[in-house]
């Protein structure tokens, strides 16, 4: 498939940009009487014309009145700040349960230009394949969106089995696609410290591309292991949290990623490296890593990071350095975008306002993508096959004795582990519940606040269910809950207070494709339908925002009384983070990286 | 040849990088207790330790005893600032009339561990033959020498021919060599903001290859010339010499490269756009261009700029950003070199003072090359065939009879457009002088300071030989003054007030394969052999610089008043500077850009 939005190289472009620049031709576009918000110099410089052609920066001046020839599209800036298109330094379309094109068409009114997005969720699913049809997604969109390689597949080796590995020669051969960018996070932070050949060859492969290593250091430890880190090559991490993480990593060499996502908060604690230390800002970029749809419906996308920049007390040219030329430099792009200069791609945003930054026309590429929040741009959708709209494969209609707990030959009571979900944290408790056995069978306690919860396989058919105990959701009556979004490998969980409502559930996510359903008393309340690898709508944001408002809604009709309740449901099964998981192998103790028996 | 200092990629050194960071291995360097100056954020951290492996930075931290071993080096800095290793952002070894090796052997105690090096002057010579011989012998040093692909020979098609032309294709080829880190700076900026379609090939190959294009936009004018040419792609330009120029460049979204080299003064006037007007100065970058060897023996190289802009009022931080880690940003090394960060290669300054700079000991890629002052590593030569060796072909022996200027047939005088050389500048002056004729013979006129001038056809044994007259140098008596440095073509320009003596000095220059050679009263006075390509000499800079001195000295013996007096003579061939020199072709009219004629 040809990608539709293409923009001409900067040579190809050149003949015409020099043209216009010299007065010997008109130019496709002239923004007209603006304030130039120039990030290479950190200046505002008031009253200039920007002229552009071919999607390019041709000139930028007091007066181009001259560029303007009978077919030249005229934008008065009325006095407006000219700036550059935002970029998120790192995120993860899929967290959005959206396609590249509906992300694309949902956050283009909100002013990016420019995503530096990492498909590892899809990469669990279906592999390089996957990784390469939201790739060439991306690349059919008006704006710029650019492929990190995921580097992780499965997270965590021998603890679960994903749809799909990601091995060093997937990396090496995505490297040569158009638009990769680099390497997407690396989750795999004790391998690398360990020098783990399968972790170096994928950074190697990377950097022999002379593209950027992304990094992910989940640790507060800033000694000999993060040093280690380092010098295995990551060149950014956005998990960092505090001041000292934040000027850690820049000391080391890397750029630190400050991160305002959508249950995301690390902006304001960690820009105090440059606000009140006075570091060097060109250090500092700005991210999201997972926005929901219901933060870009409501909220904002970049814009909604930078203003919460300046509200940390960011001087706003700094905060915007840290959403353009920082980025763009970080990538090797700083020739190509990120800054109102000639030969950049034209993505620039026309604001009244420097601070509240009221994204009034955001031109994209050389033309007019959004104006007054509203999109004016096509973003086309990528034919999915059939292999990535039928990816929930249960190999048979499961039934409520798939979700029955035996319990050991001969007991009358059972001490079991049970997941205990911690409100607004990511690391669950390990913990143990006394359960009766009746007829050789365990069952959930909803009065004590235990249910129970089931990964159900879903790659491969094999019809297998891993059961086990949850507890913190606060969960009442007789209900089911269940995802195909779950990290990392993404089979189904579901958790439920009822085996036979939760089958009915586990059966409806496999004819849907994907997605979440929520069953209560007996029938579907809830459904948020997620056909693409049974992760991503290609529905609007806008209907997808209201479809999960309704599921977290659902939710709390069974009872739950958690903030970020279905996030915390879709992390249950991400076996990197302590203290219990579960995953398609068993119940996982990740304080231990090793599978342990679900009874005591 | 197979390079001789060869250093391991990062991915190759970093299983032992790692171990040595994490306290599993013993590195190869550690230097103890010093002050951590990091680029990065712009901070001197005191009490740091830095290791050392494979030539490349394993970790810096406050105690790193646990990484030395029995093997291990161990430096004491005994509180001392450590600081990246010194970066030229644009230079022609050329100038300094020194091979690479002897430049680096020269420049290495000054701190020197990085150049970007552009080898114009050869291109000029021996073609893209040369440029790789000059890029080999590069790659052979124990510091960093890059190089950028001569773009312009020659500089003026149609008034002069050099030894080879530079063509598109040729650019494309040196785009693959591992030492290539871009195109040199594109001088025919007319040709560029006409949009000359060999010059744009030049740049899109450049661009292509994602490598930087290195500018050069002599003209005071910043207006649409200007942004056209910024609009054609090169990135950065060091012939700005004031505030307004740099700045200007800057906000285009080049790099200002600001440059103090043996006679350029081109800092204290533009870092302003820094110390006074507050810019962001990760736009701005120091070079010295051009450096003679008595320069890097008695005054220092990219330690003297340094100086030179803290004296100019910048902050000792800023100035070294300007001279490390910005100079790497710009050419896409920041990962590789430009600051003390794991990973990069190991290349350090040890100083007692930041302003002043001592350059106490100088470590590259993990080594101790330099101490107090005095070179501790090999410089190793290139084994530079007879074709670089035997460059000045003339073709035939010449006689008095070649340097006789022949009068218009059946004058008594002739009006003669005379070469004025102006104190203290590079243009020239269009004169004219009335000069008698003596059998059918236009003699010099000493007492009025007018002497011959001939340019001498050396790169094909034509016996061509073009005279004409010259004014300014105040030559008395018999002499006569030859160089084989003779930009940009690089023939051989001699001047003199006898004939008989400029054909004996010319036929010695042909005997030494090139350099300089001055007479007086029938005798040579004065010689400085360059046998490389008539430009370079392999001997050591102190010598080079003594016979460059006796030289000089040995001009004034024949009169000679002027300032730089060696650099007027080299420059008299120079076809792109107004507003009258002489090339193989005749007179050229640098106003109009076209042939002249001698005689009015």
Not at 145 to 154: D, K, L, R, V, Y
Not at 172 to 181: F, H, L, V
């Amino acid at each position: 498939m040809e990608p539709k939005n293409i923009v001409k190289s900067w040579p190809e472009a050149a003949p015409r940009l020099i043209a216009v620049a010299s007065g010997r031709a008109p130019a496709d576009m002239v923004i007209r009487g603006g304030k130039w918000v120039n990030v290479h110099t950190r200046e505002v410089l008031d009253g200039h014309d920007i002229a552009i052609a071919e999607g390019r920066f041709a000139a930028i001046a007091p007066d181009l009145s001259a560029a303007i020839g009978p077919d030249t599209q005229v934008i008065e800036a009325q006095g407006r700040f000219m700036l550059p298109g935002l970029c998120d330094g790192h995120m993860h379309i899929e967290s959005g349960m959206l396609t590249p094109a509906e992300f694309a068409a949902a956050v283009i009114p909100h002013g990016t230009t420019t995503m530096f997005t990492d498909p590892h969720e899809i990469a669990n699913v279906l592999g390089l394949a996957g990784v390469r049809m939201m790739h060439d997604e991306a690349l059919m969109q008006p704006i710029n969106i650019f492929t990190q390689m995921p580097s992780c597949a499965p997270s965590a080796p021998g603890l679960e089995t994903t749809g799909y590995e990601i091995t060093p020669e997937d990396v090496a051969q995505a490297m040569s696609w158009p638009g990769i960018i680099g390497l997407g996070e690396m989750m795999n932070f004790p391998g690398v410290i360990h020098a783990d050949p399968k972790m170096l060859a994928e950074i190697a492969a990377t950097q022999a591309a002379d593209k950027t290593v992304g990094g992910h250091y989940a640790s507060p430890d800033l000694g000999a292991p993060f040093r280690a880190y380092a010098a295995g090559g990551p060149a950014d991490d956005h998990e960092g949290t505090s001041e000292a993480d934040a000027i850690a990593r820049v000391r080391q060499g890397m750029r630190a990623m400050l991160r305002l996502g959508s249950a995301w908060y690390d902006v304001e604690r960690q820009i105090t490296a440059v606000t009140q230390k006075g570091l060097d800002p060109r250090g500092f970029i700005l991210c999201t890593d997972d926005c929901h749809s219901g933060t870009l419906v409501n909220d904002g996308h970049m814009n909604r990071v930078y203003r919460h920049a300046v509200a940390c007390g960011a001087d706003p040219l700094v905060a915007l350095q840290m959403c353009t030329i920082n980025t763009a430099t970080h990538f090797g792009l700083e020739r190509e975008l990120g800054s109102i200069a000639p030969g950049r791609r034209a993505d620039v945003i026309l604001t009244s306002d420097l601070r509240t930054l009221p994204v009034e026309v955001v031109i994209a590429r050389g033309k007019v993508v959004a104006e007054g929040g509203k999109l004016l741009a096509d973003c086309p959708h990528y034919a999915w096959p059939e292999s990535a709209r039928q990816t929930v494969h249960l190999g048979k209609r499961l039934g409520a004795a798939d979700f029955r707990v035996a319990a050991p030959e001969g007991a009358n009571t059972v001490t079991a582990r049970v997941i205990g979900v911690v409100e607004n944290q990511a690391p669950t408790r390990a913990l143990t519940a006394e359960l009766p056995v009746t007829d050789g069978r365990v069952d959930p306690d909803p009065a004590r606040d235990i249910a129970q919860i089931a990964l159900v396989e879903r790659h491969r058919g094999t019809g297998g269910v891993v059961n086990g105990f949850v507890s913190g959701f606060g969960y009442k009556g007789r209900m089911a809950m269940g995802s195909t979004v779950a990290h990392d490998s993404h089979h189904m969980i579901v958790v439920g207070t009822d085996p036979e409502m939760m089958a009915a559930c586990a059966n409806r996510l496999g004819q849907m494709g994907g997605g979440i359903s929520v069953w209560k008393d007996g029938a579907a309340i809830a459904a948020v339908p997620l056909p693409i690898a049974g992760l991503m709508s290609d529905s609007p944001a806008a209907q997808v925002a209201e479809a999960a408002s309704r599921m977290v809604a659902a939710m709390a009709d069974c009872g739950c009384t958690l903030n970020n309740a279905y996030m915390q449901h879709s992390l249950l099964a991400l076996v990197v983070i302590p203290e219990i998981r579960i995953s398609d192998l068993g119940l996982v103790d990740v304080t231990r990286f090793e599978l342990t028996d679900l009874f005591q």
